[in-house]
């Protein structure tokens, strides 16, 4: 089709010719039907986003919660307690245990009653939490009595926490289509870990200047303010179809898991850890430290999340691993408070496409009915991986002091890199014999 000189001069600003040729043959009703169609994608496109971000806010709140206490629980069993940094690392694995143990449970049950009633049953743990640590912030003259209390409140927190992350990444991806997968689990990831890494100094500013029940009153109140939102949100159908059995979830899982657990170590070591490592080492300011992997690990995962849609998932975690290892080496080595903290930055970094990268791969491997039940068998890798961390590491630093568990942490994500290393080269070996018996398949027929 020709398109005349005059039609091209009257062409708008920022619009090829082409567009404008196109425009003007179609006529004027299908030009502005063909506008209001972009008009209505783009807002599509931003409804999608919304979506996302309303049920990752509530991982945020639930999250905030757990970086709260993740920084301050350590130093409150160890230095105000008087118990060994042993018992400082059951307290706080003590809650992934109980994670571990109930995110088979949570995944089933979302895919079961659904992800809204799976969310608000975890808030509500949530509450009966706060309210058992706060209870603890008057029993520190009976410290038996109020390590059990403490340890009570974890366990109850840890069924929270597998009901509120499960639920909130199936419910997205409910309200959104699998095919945004990628989208739903970048964002859940960032409300996750940002939270972890901004509740970590605000515990400790909490802490310092209003003292441990302030922590207490401050959980029930960011739990109540999310239990409310989350009535806000509509529900999303349950899918019907066959279950999988959780030994097939399991085979499935387990190489993306393993991966994950591996990464995840030296996340524990430096989100418990840090603070005590700075003031063991007399340097101040850890806040800045944990913040700045915050910022690392967000504008990461902000900046190269497309790299999961473009690559695949093996790769970008597999470059990921790798720039954590460098991350926590370095922090072993440092000699410095400045170079700490530049490692730990470079560790956030590193860490921020572990998750999300794993995760689409993931939930590649299932149909809908058990997209719930996958991704908390999938998280549960997290919790063993934190749950076992926290108490290795407090034995690590009696031992033989912090920076073991340091470069305990670099040494498994460089594990880590190197297993799903291997598990992408025999895929790839995988799918070239494939290719080539069909190819040979083919020159037969």
Sequence with gaps: MHCPASHLDSSKPGQSSGEACTYRALGPQTIVGL????????????????????????????????GLLLAILPSFVHLRLGLTPVWAGIVVGTQYAS?????????????????????????????????????????????ALCISVLLLSRVVLGYGESSIATGTITWGLGRVGPEKATQVISW??????????????????????????????????????????????AAVPVVGGTRMGFSKLLLRVLPM????????????????????????????????ALVLFGIGFVATRLLLANTINRWGGFLPAIVSLFVEFIGLFALWMAKTPDAATAATALSGCGFALVFPALGVEVVGEVSGQNRGATLGVYTAFLDLAMGATEPL???LIMHFGYGAIFLSASIAAFSGCMVLAVLLFRMREHRVRELSSQATTTSWT
């Design 35 to 66: 506008k209001m169609r972009r008009t209505l994608l783009r807002e599509m496109e931003k409804s999608v986003t919304v979506r996302i971000v309303q049920t990752s806010f509530l991982m945020f709140l639930g999250y905030l919660v757990i």
């Design 99 to 143: 994670t571990l143990l109930t995110r088979p449970r949570a995944g089933l049950m979302t895919d079961l009653t659904g992800p809204k009633a799976t969310v608000l049953s975890g808030q509500a743990a949530f509450l009966v939490s706060g309210s058992l640590l706060l209870i603890s912030a008057f029993l520190q003259h009976r410290v």
């Design 188 to 233: 859940s990831g960032i409300a996750s870990y940002s939270a972890m890494a901004l509740g970590a100094p605000l515990g400790i500013w909490i802490e310092r200047h209003y003292g441990f029940a302030a922590i207490g009153a401050t959980v029930l109140a960011i739990s109540l303010l999310n239990l409310t939102l989350a009535f806000f949100i």
């Design 257 to 288: 898991g393993l991966g994950l657990a591996l990464g995840t170590v030296g996340f524990g070591v430096i989100a418990s850890f840090l603070t005590l490592y700075f003031a063991r080492q007399h340097w101040s300011d850890p806040a800045i």
């Design 393 to 395: 590491a407090g034995y």
